[in-house]
């Protein structure tokens, strides 16, 4: 008895006409998507909120989470990512003021490069000199900054005496894209979304590592992120309160948390 023989591949043309045939719903799925967004604008403006910044730091991490999860046979997580960060940052921009503002230390293009892939191509951008003048600009509505991290600026501790401004993420989102290199800043409400990273800040004397083996004898497991001018960043695996017991105790007469992100998405 013979083998059954197997399906033909199909053949480039077919391929190539399926594909025009799925870029072409495509165009009609992404159009009907950006005019939603437009309605939803159109609703924030009638009820008086046009000037609302509508960015929502849990729910974007909600959707991707969502998103990542499901069956895929080819797309990757990067390709997912790189595609709904466009959409949702298209959506931001026409819902209400959305502006970034990039200090990139002593690699600029590396950390507009990471600003775009986090907000997308929409939302206009802006680089300065300054890592205090991008935190300014993250007063302003609809601001966003997004700052390197260095080990010679310590710019994150201004955050301690800025309680509106929070960190909300930690660039790159995907682990696959390289270290994190950068924190994006605004004055929006960070929330827990079950996956996140703790930012702590203090000037508690001593070693790093004597922090942390302090911090871990309490149930706190902690890693230094930055160092300068005699103040540590943390990062706290975990959603930490400000008013959070144990790190009342922790080491350090200075200190305290000045926001927290979604830990990567791919991890």
Sequence with gaps: MSAPKSEAAPSLESVRQRIDALDGELLRLLDERASLARIVAAAKHARGEGDRFALRPARETEILRRLLSDDRQA???GLVVRVWREMI???LSVQGPFHINVWGGRDPGRVVELARHRFGAAPP???FAKAEDTIAAAREPGGVAVCALTQDNAWW???LAEPRLKVFAAL???AAWGPMSALAVAAVEVEPTGDDRTFWVTDAPGSAAAVEETLSRDGVAGELVAEAGGLKLFMLAGYYQADDARLARAPGRLSGII???PAPLDV
């Design 125 to 127: 951008l802006r680089q």
């Design 75 to 77: 797309a990757s997580p």
């Design 157 to 159: 501790a201004r955050l």
């Design 259 to 261: 926001g927290a992100a």
């Design 172 to 174: 790159p989102c995907l």
């Design 89 to 91: 940052g298209d959506s």
